[in-house]
Nanobody
């Protein structure tokens, strides 16, 4: 684990926007699947958005509002979040290697330390 670092979290009003950034090692960014997870207090961790050679996928709750992208040349993974809602409040984690929403990884797994996003109503 490790070798991924998130930034860009913060406090924003409902309807606002934030862009999360994740940087890391070449070994992490060499993996096909990368994604953003989030965990709110008292709730299970959930996959927010994923990206791979096949394309992108999003949780139903964020479709049309969030956009995931990656730049392997710069070892950067981004999550553009628009029209934020109070229910988006959570710690957001960058991941490399997860096969899906379960968080099970193959062949390797990398997680960031998380960045807090708080959306006020």
């Amino acid at each position: 684990q490790g070798q991924l670092v998130e930034s860009g979290g913060g406090l924003v009003q409902a309807g606002g926007s934030l862009t999360l950034s994740c940087t890391g090692s070449g070994s992490a960014f060499s993996l096909n699947r990368m994604g953003w997870f989030r965990q709110a207090p008292g709730k299970q961790r959930e996959l927010v958005a994923g990206i791979s050679s096949v394309g992108t996928n999003y949780a139903d709750s964020v479709k049309g509002r969030f956009t995931i992208s990656r730049d392997n040349a710069k070892n950067t993974l981004l999550l553009q979040m628009n029209s934020l809602k109070p229910e988006d409040t959570a710690v957001y984690y960058c991941n490399a290697g997860s096969l899906g929403s379960s968080g099970i990884c193959y062949p390797r797994c990398y997680w960031g330390q998380g960045t807090q996003v708080t959306v006020s109503s």
